[in-house]
Nanobody, 119 residues
Framework: QVQVAESGGGLVQPGGSLRLSCAAS????????MGWYRQAPGKQRELVAT???????NYADSVKDRFTISRDNAKNTGYLQMNSLKPEDTAVYYC?????????????WGEGTLVTVSS
């Protein structure tokens, strides 16, 4: 069983920056794929960014050139650096860890961390 915990959310002014962290335990972190998702009030959860075990990244168009996903396998932690934040980035941000086993991919979610962008 993989445990996932996000941290780093908070209140930030428009144009500001935040770095979210995703700590995972209970497996071999370097073999995990990781993704950040977000859910704004009244909206469905949406993909923000993903990174494979090999370091290949993918971003939603709305965050390209502003957000950067990364991972530190030695620390069993992934990150989402968010710059030039906008009010529309306000949401609960979730980390998803995907572990691929003999039975197929298994997803594990954290409980989320709230990011509020407001002046």
């Amino acid at each position: 069983q993989v445990q996932v915990a996000e941290s780093g959310g908070g209140l930030v002014q428009p144009g500001g920056s935040l770095r979210l962290s995703c700590a995972a335990s209970g497996g071999i972190f370097s073999r995990f794929a990781m993704g950040w998702y977000r859910q704004a009030p009244g909206k469905q959860r949406e993909l923000v960014a993903t990174i494979t075990s090999g370091g290949v990244t993918n971003y939603a168009d709305s965050v390209k050139d502003r957000f950067t996903i990364s991972r530190d396998n030695a620390k069993n932690t992934g990150y989402l650096q968010m710059n030039s934040l906008k009010p529309e980035d306000t949401a609960v941000y979730y980390c998803k860890i995907t572990q691929t086993s003999w039975s197929g991919p298994e997803d594990y979610w954290g409980e989320g961390t709230l990011v509020t962008v407001s002046s």
